[in-house]
């Protein structure tokens, strides 16, 4: 049996881990190492280098070197003009088209990029395995983890992603609801649990009722571009001198008025950015090495009251000023979480702590200040939700029903109405898979098509909320205005992904729905990029053809059973099918059934044809009917 | 939209079978049952049709019925099943959503007993009768302040008297939660004892109004805190 994992594809790093004997385990290299740096690189001649190495080209070949890929999944050109001056990167694309980063003389989508990453983790964990001597260490499924409050575009974009690695992905998760899932395993917690989730870029806080191993999400907020890159930020444009921070002020003071600061400018090497960097242009090299820099005086006031930044002293105090609107602006989103679920923070009784950036001490504060208690941290913040992902994967391959995850929709879904105003069919923190459905008509008369613009956010104004897609129902059959009666159903799946179905409700015909994804890849990019990223082209073609073949099955089965379930069937059995004709169609049908989720092409193409050969007789019957009665006029029944 | 004559049978797409309407699984193969002719919200999580749900229990069922078929424990199924689990769950949710509600549940029960608001804008055209002279005292006292407001006066004061206009809507909006309450028990007592359908009928119509003139109040409020804050 191939392998299934649970990934965090993180803004920094990201981890693989998967489910050993019922318990969790992150997957580390030899070295003992499990992070992943989320980096990738594209080398002279083009080879592609992922984490370590990648982040060593940072300070030798920056502008071929592609870090925080998270902040740009499923974003437009327009969404991240003002950041992409903070990159090395080339970063392009098309108005109102998907993001492209440029490396070298290549352009890459976010999700090829962030491909790159998943695919390295696939390889790390099945070196792992082989290592272990497990038989089949193929690892061909995943479930990934994004932030709660990731929209459609960046969930679908993350899907994209692990498709182009040539991962399945089993599902999409939540980090905080993934994190809880983790903590919840050794302990049988009753209760309500905050999850505080501060990364590299994103920020989330969910609020979860845990009971008889059930983990429902009651609500969840965030900032989807709040994060340790942002504390990074500051410290880079205080060090460069691009914003007046308090220790620059400090800085600039005491080198004019006093001489004797040239004597702490003498420091240790490891963290000594030169002086002469904090005038004129910097290469991108030079940017990178003060980034690395002002990383590391945040790591060590951690654990210390002070460090050493920029040639001088960096206390733990002025850190802290410096961030405190960054944490500040945290506390918002948990506090309209915890109104959205109705409790007052008191009501809370154990609050986790999730990513790296709630290892400062500040952040670790102001949040037990605000609930009143002392969060939880026995588990490393950086490795819990990988966990939380591998248990997932556990429950969805196993079938194992001891723990239930209920996750919510972090925003609310709606469409364009009349005069720019957004109607909302499914509300922000309902409980998924969820579903909605509107009623659209006809304007004019014999009108066949109607546009149709769906938004994700709270805000009222089509301008104020994200553009998710644009449809265009076609073939609503010709009559007057306003008498057709469109039912668009909106579908949002258990990844928390939306799709759409449409109808029109007067002749019942299922109406074709032309997907245009405002900020994502078409089905067929996916694929392209699909066959371009192949690197061991036999064993994804494999996995390929495997796929289309179930599709096949799919299609043969759905025909019979829409066939079997025709009124008129029993009618039909009686007077043109053979004796026993209808008890093989079922048999070899059960058959296809059986062997369909197996990784058995030739088994399933096999009984595919066994079904195609037992059903072409009654297929014939049944289209000769269709004919006879369409040509003497009469309604043929559900063709 | 399940109306008071909803049928009390499903068939089983997979088998053919009948199956009760609170049913989820098809007693004769054991499948879960597609989605199509499910009981209403009520029927659906197994609960009579009255407004005072046990929160507890509302719970229990949702969970119990969340652990038989969401979609995790479908992912080896075979399409129809898998499908039949993501729309049983949805429903499952929107059910949990609404009846959790109070006023939701209310609105919900209209809609079942073919008392439905058609629109969410329908609250907010007329003026109900029961409301005429507050609004009437509140629309010109809102007119008086904006006069205030353009002429250039400071906050301090107009926005005294904003709050004042305020309360007797307040006042009024706390009579109607006790008025709901009161329908809401007459109207579990109704269906425990098998009550007549004219008297059913009288306290659904007294909930539909009290419910428009609700909504009708929500939004006046909404409408004053927004100029509030403007």
Not at chain 1, 111 to 135: N, T, Y
Not at chain 1, 242 to 249: A, D, H, K, L, S
Not at chain 1, 420 to 444: C, D, H, L, Y
Request: aromatic share 4%; with cysteine.
């Amino acid at each position: 049996m191939s392998k299934v994992v649970g990934i965090d594809l993180g803004t920094t790093n990201s981890l693989v881990a998967y489910v050993k004997d019922g318990v969790p385990v992150v997957i580390r290299d030899a070295g003992g190492d499990a992070l992943v740096p989320s980096v990738v690189s594209v080398g002279d001649e083009g080879a592609i280098l992922v984490g370590r190495e990648a982040q060593r080209r940072l300070l030798t070949d920056a502008q071929r070197t592609a870090y925080s890929i998270k902040r740009f999944m499923g974003k437009g050109r327009e969404d991240v003009r003002h950041e992409a001056e903070h990159f090395p990167f080339r970063v392009s694309g098309e108005a109102g088209g998907v993001v492209r980063i440029g490396l070298g003389d290549k352009e890459y989508t976010p999700p090829e990029i962030s491909a790159f990453v998943l695919r390295d983790l696939k390889h790390r964990a099945e070196a792992f395995f082989a290592e272990h001597g497990e038989v089949d260490n193929d690892v061909d499924r995943a479930v990934i983890t994004v932030p709660a409050y990731f929209n459609d575009a960046q969930r679908t974009a993350t899907r994209d992603a692990g498709r182009i690695a040539g991962l399945e992905v089993l599902r999409i998760i939540n980090e905080p609801t993934a994190a809880s899932l983790a903590y919840g395993l050794d302990k049988r917690h009753t209760g309500l649990i905050a999850v505080y989730d501060l990364g590299g870029g994103t920020f989330d806080i969910s609020i979860l009722r845990v009971e008889d191993g059930v983990f429902q999400v009651l609500s969840t907020n965030g900032d989807t571009h709040l994060g340790g890159d942002d504390i990074d930020v500051l410290l880079m444009d205080m060090v460069m001198g691009g914003r007046e921070g308090p220790t620059r002020n400090d800085a600039r003071s005491r080198t004019a008025h006093d001489p004797s600061t040239a004597a702490v400018r003498v420091d240790p090497p490891e963290t000594v950015v030169g002086a002469d960097l904090q005038v004129g242009p910097q290469s991108p090299e030079d940017i990178q090495a003060i980034r690395q820099a002002v990383i590391q005086a945040k790591w060590d006031l951690s654990d210390r009251d002070e460090t050493t930044l920029n040639g001088r002293r960096f206390t733990r105090a002025e850190f802290e000023t410096l961030i405190a609107p960054i944490v500040e602006r945290t506390l918002g989103p948990v506090r309209q979480a915890l109104a959205d679920a109705g409790l007052e923070p008191s009501q809370i009784d154990e609050v986790v702590l999730v990513g790296g950036s709630t290892r400062i001490p500040l952040v670790r504060r102001k949040v037990a200040e605000l609930f009143g208690k002392t969060p939880h941290s026995e588990l490393n913040p950086d490795e819990v939700v990988a966990l939380g992902a591998a248990v997932q994967a556990d429950i969805l391959i196993t079938g194992n029903r001891e723990m239930l995850l209920l996750d919510v929709t972090p925003l609310s879904l709606g469409i364009e109405t009349m005069g720019g105003v957004v109607s909302k069919i499914i509300m922000r923190n309902s409980t998924i898979p969820a579903s909605g459905s509107e009623m659209f008509t006809t304007a004019v008369d014999n009108q066949t098509a109607v546009d149709i613009h769906v938004l994700q956010g709270e805000r009222e104004l089509v301008a104020d909320n994200r553009s998710l897609a644009r449809f265009k129902l076609r073939g609503i059959p010709t009559m007057p205005a306003g008498l057709a009666r469109v039912q668009v159903q909106f579908q949002i799946d258990a990844n928390g992904i939306l799709s759409v179905t449409a109808r029109e409700l007067r002749t019942d015909v299922e109406q074709t729905i032309e997907v245009k994804p405002s900020y994502g890849l078409t089905d067929d990019e996916v694929e392209r990029m699909l066959l371009d990223s192949f690197e061991h082209a036999e064993a994804d073609f494999v996995a390929r053809m495997l796929i289309e073949a179930r599709n096949d099955a799919d299609s043969v089965i759905q025909a019979t059973e829409k066939s079997l379930r025709n009124p008129d069937f029993a009618e039909i059995e009686k007077e043109e099918l053979a004796a026993g004709e209808r008890q093989k169609i079922e048999s070899v049908m059960a058959g296809l059934r059986m062997v369909l989720n197996s990784r058995d092409r030739e088994t399933i193409q096999k009984w595919t044809h066994a079904l195609n050969d037992a059903t072409q007789h009654l297929a014939e019957v049944m289209m000769n009917r269709s004919i006879k009665a369409a040509l003497s006029g009469k309604n043929v029944n559900s063709i | 939209m399940a109306s008071s004559t909803s049928p009390t049978l499903q068939v089983c797409r997979d088998c053919g079978g009948g199956a009760p309407i609170d049913a989820h699984f098809c007693p004769q193969c054991t499948k879960i049952l597609a989605l199509g002719r499910q009981g209403d919200y009520f029927a659906f999580l197994g609960l009579p049709r009255k407004l005072n749900i046990d929160p507890a229990t509302l719970e229990r069922r949702f969970r119990d019925l969340s652990r038989q078929f969401h979609p995790d424990y479908f992912y080896n199924a075979p399409p129809a099943e898998r499908r039949a689990s993501l729309e049983r769950s949805s429903y499952l949710n929107d059910a949990y959503r609404t009846l959790k509600n109070p006023v939701a549940r209310i609105e919900y029960l209209l809609d079942a007993e073919g008392l439905g608001l058609r629109s969410p804008q329908e609250a907010s055209k007329a003026v109900p009768p029961a409301l005429l002279e507050e609004v009437f005292a509140l629309n010109e006292e809102l007119d008086e302040i904006r006069e205030q407001r353009a002429a250039g006066a400071a906050a301090v004061a107009w926005q005294p008297r904003l709050e004042r206009a305020r309360a007797p809507i307040e006042a009024k909006r706390a009579t109607h939660e006790a008025q709901l309450r009161d329908l809401a028990a007459r109207w579990d007592s109704l269906v425990e004892a098998g009550g007549a359908a004219s008297e059913r009928r009288a306290v659904l119509d007294a909930l539909r109004e009290r419910i428009l003139e609700r909504n009708y109040i929500n939004n006046l409020l909404a409408g004053i805190e927004r100029e509030l804050n403007a």
